[in-house]
């Protein structure tokens, strides 16, 4: 039982890292870097260009997704029909990859959206993520302040 809460356990934090992975389009409310086209002056070519970007990987991404699940599934048949742990290994390590690949495709997506973005567009956006992390950790803060005089 207690080997079986570790595998599904692995499983469920690998697959969190996948499914929670913030785009570099995004920031963590959900704004995507659309929203900003004015601000950024992005050019029409580069919204249609960063939108094909971001589609692809959302695609690739729920691809990857069922495929887990479809996995998951095969997997906690394999346990309960106590398969032999090689197996099972095997299984796993198949997960993974297809966790490492999702991640290695984000990874190169935020490049590609990187290149379509002149240095000045770059520098803005991050600037515009990371005053939106500083509002979103003081809004935590406050929220945590009240929780506490609350209590």
Excluded: P
């Amino acid at each position: 039982m207690a080997k079986k809460l570790i595998i599904v356990s692995i499983i469920v934090i690998g697959f969190s890292l996948l499914c929670t992975a913030v785009s570099f389009a995004e920031n963590k409310a959900g704004e995507s870097i659309f929203e900003y086209k004015k601000e950024l002056s992005l050019t029409d070519d580069q919204e249609k260009n960063l939108h094909d970007i971001i589609t692809k990987l959302q695609s690739y991404l729920a691809d990857r997704t069922k495929e887990l699940d479809g996995l998951r599934v095969e997997l906690n048949k394999m346990i309960a029909d106590k398969t032999d742990l090689y197996k099972i290994k095997a299984k796993l390590r198949g997960m993974a990859q297809i966790q490492a690949d999702a991640s290695y495709e984000d990874i190169a997506s935020s490049r590609a959206i990187e290149k379509e973005l002149t240095a000045t567009q770059l520098s803005q956006w991050h600037s515009t993520q990371e005053e939106f992390k500083k509002n979103l950790q003081k809004a935590q803060e406050a929220a945590s302040k009240a929780k506490e005089i609350k209590q």
